[in-house]
């Protein structure tokens, strides 16, 4: 700070005060005023605090949208109510500009308060207005991302319009989970196929089908993956993430095997080895996206 480090007005303030500053700026020919020193010794400034015109508040509003929109690209329409300000005739006092002032009381002493340095400013009124905005779900866009309308927002008396955003949100889709540009998802398969075989044609979100097929023995909790079957990049959209399936197995419930279906099945597979209490089968509860994890670690 400029009198804490000149150490000529540093005697001199501790002697006698801004009286003693006022007169060395007076007296030699100091380039700043009065002021300006008070305002590099205690961190404040002269004249008004900000040159900033006033802004209403910002919005910040939730846009649900589905998976397919965020894969496609859509545009979206909305209407957006809100209350605007208009010209009216005559004049107003109000707070646009206000000013610090500093009251010398003494050597050492002093008072800072705020002053209204606003002329009268044209009238106002408030009127309830209705805009079309459009927003556009771009192919790939995450969930969370912001879309932003500036001045869009709330109105200020003296100032201008805040800013309107969309905070873009995913809707929860019933077949696919989404994690950056990889799309998850479980197919189930009956007992039979998972012995001879399989071909499933999964509908994706743009309506074309992902051929899933096998035709060798299936076990449960096996993960299929599809290299470019995700999402689309949102930075790059032609290059798409991956598509991983979750194979889960599907034994029959109603129905007990008969002594020869026993027979013909033991004849086929051959007797497993008995484990030892010791040695038990970890479990495996059936969750897509984790059973993926746990073969990633």
């Known amino acids: 700070l400029q009198v804490l480090s000149d150490p000529k007005k540093r005697s001199i303030y501790d002697q006698e005060g801004f009286e003693g500053l006022k007169r060395l700026q007076a007296g030699g020919g100091e380039e700043s005023h009065f002021e300006d020193l008070f305002g590099s010794f205690f961190g404040f400034s002269r004249g008004p605090q900000s040159d900033e015109t006033p802004r209403g508040e910002n919005v910040v509003a939730d ?3 589905t998976l397919e929109e965020m894969y496609n690209g859509e545009f979206i329409e909305l209407t957006r109510q809100k209350v605007d300000k ?25 008072q800072m308060h705020q002053v209204d340095v606003c002329d009268d ?5 408030f009127e309830p207005v209705e805009r079309t905005l459009e927003v556009e779900v771009e192919r790939g866009m995450a969930d969370g991302h912001l879309y932003p309308f500036p001045s869009e927002g709330e109105v200020h008396v003296d100032g201008d ?5 969309f905070r873009i949100r995913q809707q929860k889709h019933k077949v696919f989970h989404r994690r950056g540009d990889d799309l998850y998802t479980n197919v189930t398969i009956s007992l039979l196929e998972s012995l001879i075989g399989y071909r499933i044609a999964l509908t994706h979100l743009d309506g074309h089908k992902v051929i899933l097929e096998s035709d060798k023995v299936t076990a449960p909790f096996s993960i299929i993956h599809k290299p470019g079957e995700g999402m689309p990049n949102h930075d790059h959209p032609n290059k798409f993430g991956s598509l991983y399936v979750t194979i889960h197995v599907e034994y029959p419930q109603d129905r007990q095997l008969t002594d020869t279906e026993r027979m013909s099945l033991s004849q086929l597979f051959p007797s497993a080895d008995i484990k030892s209490a010791e040695e038990p089968t970890p479990a495996r ?13």
């Open 285 to 297: 509860a059936f969750n897509g996206l984790d059973r993926f994890n746990q073969r990633s670690k």
């Open 63 to 65: 846009l649900w949208v």
């Open 86 to 110: 208009k010209s009216s005739p005559g004049l107003r006092k109000c707070r646009c500009r206000r000013e610090m002032r500093t009251t010398m009381l003494g050597p050492g002493q002093f």
């Open 121 to 125: 400013c044209p009238n106002v009124k």
């Open 161 to 165: 319009h805040g800013d309107l955003t």
